[in-house]
């Protein structure tokens, strides 16, 4: 009983994202659903126990009515065996009656104990029961959240993009890079457009050169 209670306690007490936060290599849904599992597994266990609490309860008043049917059953045969005058049966039987009678106290203890476990293993399932529905409406959350984010986003158990993760990691070391590049494509796109710009002003000028050039010769050839 000890190791359900505690089981029980630590179930219902538990956090979600604590479970996921110490497991790495699965996704939170995985890590939910895997959770949920276990709880239901409690609540298995809670429920075997809870059976063999009943039936040692339906036992021991079983045990309790058969004795008292007996310690009847003796008390009219001790009443035969006097009016006989046969007093050896009557104190065999009175004997027997003692040892009924001792064990009643027991049968009385082990009834009102397994009633009491009873009461408190139905509790522990009724608080499983709920944890579990509880569980099951934050992966449900938890999916719709997902469903929404961006394709390949993988997000925690809040359903915020989880920058622990190692895809997560990668996509943003991918995005850094791409930011980089695209600033350095930025510069170099910038430099060459100042570049192209003087080139062209460079080939007017040269342009603008030889048509002065030609010009001269064409006018020195017909002086």
């Known amino acids: 009983m000890t190791n359900i209670a505690s089981r029980v306690s630590r179930l219902i007490s538990g956090s979600v994202n604590a479970a996921i936060d110490a497991v790495e290599n699965m996704s939170p849904d995985m890590v939910m659903e895997q959770a949920i599992r276990e709880v239901e597994g409690a ?5 075997a126990e809870l059976g063999r609490a009943t039936a040692e309860r339906h036992l021991a008043s079983k045990k309790l009515a058969d004795n008292s049917g007996k310690h009847e059953e ?24 003692m040892d009924l009678e001792a064990q009643v106290p027991v049968l009385e203890q082990t009834v009102a104990d397994a009633s009491e476990r009873e ?26 959240r ?15 993009p989880s920058a622990s993760h190692e895809i997560n990691k990668a996509v943003d070391r991918a995005s850094a890079a791409f930011d980089r590049a695209s600033g350095h494509a930025a510069d170099m796109l910038g430099s060459s457009t100042q570049d192209a710009a003087a080139m062209a002003e460079l080939k007017d000028l040269a342009r603008k050169s030889e048509v002065e050039k030609r010009l001269a010769a064409m006018k020195a050839k017909n002086a």
């Open 119 to 144: 009461k408190e293993l139905e509790g522990y399932i009724d608080a499983l029961k709920g944890k579990r529905a509880e569980m099951q409406e934050e992966l449900k959350a938890f999916k719709a």
């Open 146 to 160: 997902r469903a929404e984010m961006p394709e390949n986003t993988v997000i925690d158990a809040s359903g915020n």
């Open 43 to 47: 609540i298995a266990e809670v429920r």
């Open 74 to 97: 003796l008390g009219s045969q001790i009443e035969v065996a006097v009016a006989e005058g046969r007093d050896d049966l009557a104190g065999a039987a009175i004997s027997r009656q």
